[in-house]
């Protein structure tokens, strides 16, 4: 039994460290590449969302590497995602791949299933020391958020261009490293300390936030490493959707530190209802970030995907009543590194221009969303 | 008080009972009618790109009402039937309205939502009738009114009347009548009765010879023992509808071919026809041909494929007429 999921941002190090720590055998699909989308691509259905298929494609590069259990979260929707397991497990048993789709469902009718799926997948480890396991992944998960956290919001101010990125990059190792709670106090110090040591210079600053689509703004191959294209290019940078809120789903959103309430609340006047996948808290949390005096907002979008369809179709209301400059960005397979940039760059110097006048006091003409 | 009811979406299912609510509380309702080629530029203009078609289609209805009438009226319903949701889309579709008209135009959207129950259902309906009329018997009156229409409707659509025949009560011609070859027209009520974005595709098949089969007219004990076969049940409300018909005429042969309507880029849909085309293939069913339909699909192309695809039911008909004939000798 050869376990595998899908790559989503830090993911990998979250529930690889439950496999280790159980000593069960796993195996990772191959990063993500260009491959990787064509695959996904090539064996998905005809505009079935982005994430379906870059996931696919995670699945088939694993499947090639050994892997024969592959580990899939599915639901009750409304949303397409809660139907992925399914789908992917029909296409690829089509293609004649020899493997077991297991898929989690955590809604409290279908618990049972899960729990005898659980089981299996432990392979007779105890069901406390699965427990144990989850949980010291859990607090790895916080860290890693919160570091994450750190490089965004110090990213902008590197004097080497990626100094940030390579000591995030070394915190993700220690924390990796890490097998006790003892350990993993001490590099939680040790990554902060490395993270705020990267040199830093004195920049004009803007501040731009991130919110969109679950998957496409947690993994950063997938979107064109928004996050670090803003960073380059002197933004501050926040997203609203950290891994943790994934793994938690309580609502709480510990890492930024304010409940999902807030947001729908705030997302109220524009959009009363939810709408499946993150669509209320795209607009929540621009209106959010508008108040916590961000400069922009980028809206990160998979193509064809539902909920952000509706928020995109929103969202220029919110800019235009508050002030607040959106991009919406479109991702799917077809989406060009180069025309990203040049509409990121574009962006940032608009914020800029924005804040600049604003710190003067002239009067701006509300920017609609491009 | 003019309210006007957008001709798109879920009015291809819900429009006569709206109107008939809305009319008997004594409001002047007003449609926006068939869709049409400016309605649907308009949509396409102001909605989304990446919108379906059917959003962009209920964008064009929603402008065209927007100078002439006091409010809108677009109702959430958030799920029609015991665990399970309508699509993302119409989830939001209030809210998107609202985006589109701005401020001009309030929108009187109720929430239906079968998940909270029936009391929160019938607050919901009564809190709308309050709107029009303080007497809450008219509201009940009209609630049930309303109700017996929509049945009727209903009923009409599975005995093979079209969307348009059934809101008037006749039509000069069933979509089934017993003729040699039978064909089931699959897909969300809108992407099947919209004559303009279907190009009538009802119709023409209807003077090719060809008799048509709705998911309405596919009796619901199939479609819904169909559903309980399935591994993972689906839970959109309508895509059941439309999983359920076509799993039923490919099992038992309810049609000698199928016809799958999508409109680009239905997400729901998406998902479903990977399951339908696999499930009807492995059953061995029936020939399938799903036409992906956009604002851009060209008419001759269109009647093209369908064309062949009838051709095709008719050799492989023949044929089988043939085979037939020559075990009996
Ligand atoms: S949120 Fe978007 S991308 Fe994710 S499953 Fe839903 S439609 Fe697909
Ligand atoms: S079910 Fe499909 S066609 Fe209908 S509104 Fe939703 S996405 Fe659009």
């Known amino acids: 039994m050869r376990i595998t999921w899908p790559h989503m941002g830090s993911l990998e190090f979250v529930l690889g460290s439950v496999f280790e720590e159980l000593g069960l055998d796993y195996v990772l699909p191959p990063p993500n590449s260009q491959r990787t989308l064509e695959l996904g691509a090539r064996h998905g259905p005809e505009f079935a969302c982005f994430p379906l298929k870059t996931t696919l494609g995670n699945f088939i590069e694993a499947l090639e590497a050994g892997a024969d259990v592959l580990i899939m979260v599915a639901g009750r929707g409304p949303c397409r995602f809660g139907y992925y397991a399914e789908t992917q497990r029909r296409i690829l048993a089509e293609a004649g791949y020899d493997f077991e789709m297991v898929p989690l469902e955590f809604e409290p009718s279908r618990l049972p299933l899960t729990v005898k799926r659980l089981n299996r997948l432990k392979q007779g480890r105890s069901w406390a020391s699965l427990y144990r396991a989850i949980k010291f992944a859990l607090h790895k998960a916080h860290l890693i958020d919160r570091l994450e956290q750190q490089a965004l919001h110090q990213r902008w101010q590197d004097r080497e261009k990626g100094a940030t990125t390579g000591a995030l990059k070394r915190c993700y190792r220690m924390v990796w490293e890490a097998g006790t709670y003892a350990d993993l106090a001490r590099v939680e110090e040790e990554a902060f300390a490395l993270l705020r040591s990267v040199p830093r210079v004195e920049r004009e600053e803007i501040k731009i936030g991130i919110v969109g689509e679950f998957y496409l703004v947690l993994e950063p191959y997938f979107n064109l490493n928004v996050e670090e294209q803003l960073g380059d290019l002197g933004a501050y940078v926040e997203r609203n959707i950290y891994l943790t809120d994934w793994l938690r789903p309580s609502g709480e959103r510990p890492v930024l530190g304010h409940h999902e309430h807030g947001s729908e609340r705030l997302a109220a006047p524009y959009l009363s209802h939810r709408v499946g996948g993150e669509g209320i808290f795209s607009v929540g949390d621009t209106i959010l970030f508008q108040r916590l005096g961000f400069d922009g907002v980028v809206q990160l979008m998979p193509f064809t995907c539902m909920p952000e369809t509706i928020a995109k179709s929103i969202l220029p209301q919110v800019s235009k009543d508050l002030g607040i400059p959106v991009l919406s960005l479109v991702i799917d397979e077809l989406t060009g590194m180069a025309g990203v940039a040049t509409r990121l760059e574009a962006f940032a110097d608009l914020a800029r221009f924005r804040r600049r006048a604003r710190a003067d006091g002239i009067e701006l003409a509300p920017q609609p969303a491009f | ?329």
């Open chain 2, 1 to 329: 008080m003019k309210v006007g009811i957008p001709g798109g979406l879920l009015y291809y299912r819900y429009g006569r009972l709206w109107n008939s609510f809305l009319h008997a509380l004594g409001a002047e309702v007003v449609e926006s009618g068939e869709t049409t080629r400016s309605i649907l530029n308009s949509g396409v203009s102001k909605a989304e790109n990446e919108s379906c078609l059917p959003v962009k289609v209920f964008y064009g209805h929603v402008l065209a009402l927007k100078e002439k009438v006091d409010a809108l009226f677009v109702p959430r319903l958030v799920s029609v039937k015991r665990r399970t949701h309508t699509c993302p889309k119409m989830l939001g579709l209030p809210d998107m309205a609202k985006a589109a008209v701005g401020d001009a135009v309030p929108v009187i959207s109720p929430t239906i939502d079968f998940q909270s129950g029936l009391w929160h259902n019938y607050r919901a309906v009564y809190s709308l009738g309050r709107i029009f009329t303080s007497d809450p018997r008219r509201i009940i009156a009209a609630g049930v009114t309303a109700w017996r229409e929509h049945r009727l409707y209903l009923e009409r659509l599975t005995l093979g009347l079209d969307h348009r025949g059934a809101l008037r009560g006749e039509a000069d011609r069933l979509l089934c009548e017993g003729r040699d070859l039978r064909i089931g027209v699959i897909g969300h009520h809108y992407n099947v009765y919209d004559t303009f974005t279907t190009m009538s595709l009802l119709e023409r098949l209807g003077s090719m010879g060809v008799d048509v089969m709705t998911a309405d007219m596919v009796p619901e004990k199939l479609r819904e023992r169909e559903l309980k076969r399935l591994p993972k049940d689906i839970y959109w409300s309508y895509e059941q509808e439309v999983a359920g018909a076509i799993l039923a005429c490919s099992r038992y042969r309810l049609v000698d071919g199928i016809i799958f309507m999508i409109s680009f880029p239905c997400g729901p849909d998406s998902i479903v026809r990977v399951l339908c085309e696999q499930e009807n293939r492995l059953m061995g069913g029936v020939p399938m041909l799903t036409l992906v339909m956009d604002e851009h699909t060209g008419e001759g192309g269109f009647l093209t494929r369908i064309e062949a695809f009838v051709d095709m039911l008719w050799r492989r008909k023949r044929r089988e007429a043939e085979e037939l004939e020559a075990v009996a000798v």
